[in-house]
Nanobody
C-alpha cells in the first residue's frame, strides 16, 4: 500500500520560510517522480514543483520559481519543498504526489498516481 504523509505546514508570516516534507512508504523514490501541488479555497489544484527519480529533471511553477527548492532523499524516502519569502498568496493546502515514469505532463494533476492527504500552509500579511 502506497502512503504519502506531509508534514511541516502551519501558520507563518509573510517573508518567512517554510519547509514541507513528504514521507513515502510502499514505493521507492528512486524510481518515482515526485511533486508538490497546492490548492487554495475555491481554486483548482495547481502545480508547484516536481523532481524526477534521478533528480535530473526539476521544474517549478512560475509563482514560486526562485523562491522554492524541491529535493529528495532516496535513502530516507522523503521529498522536501522549501519555500522562502512566503507571500499571503502562497496560502493553500499543499499536497505531495508520486508518479511513474510514464508521466506526460508533470504539471497536470491528472498524471499523478498517488497523493498525500495534504497539509495547510497559511501565510499572514
Amino acid at each position: 500500500q502506497v502512503r504519502l504523509v506531509e508534514s511541516g505546514g502551519g501558520l507563518v508570516q509573510a517573508g518567512d520560510s517554510l519547509r514541507l516534507s513528504c514521507a513515502a512508504s510502499g514505493i521507492s523514490l528512486g524510481t518515482y517522480y515526485m511533486a508538490w501541488f497546492r490548492q487554495a479555497p475555491g481554486k483548482e489544484r495547481e502545480f508547484v514543483a516536481a523532481i524526477s527519480p534521478s533528480d535530473v529533471y526539476i521544474d517549478y511553477a512560475s509563482s514560486v520559481h526562485s523562491r522554492a527548492t524541491i529535493s529528495k532523499n532516496n535513502g530516507k524516502n522523503t521529498v522536501t519543498l522549501q519555500v522562502n519569502l512566503l507571500k499571503p498568496e502562497d496560502t493553500a493546502a499543499y499536497y505531495c504526489a508520486a508518479g511513474s515514469n510514464r508521466i506526460i505532463n508533470p504539471r497536470s494533476s491528472n498524471d499523478w498516481l498517488y497523493w498525500g492527504q495534504g497539509i495547510q500552509v497559511t501565510v499572514s500579511a
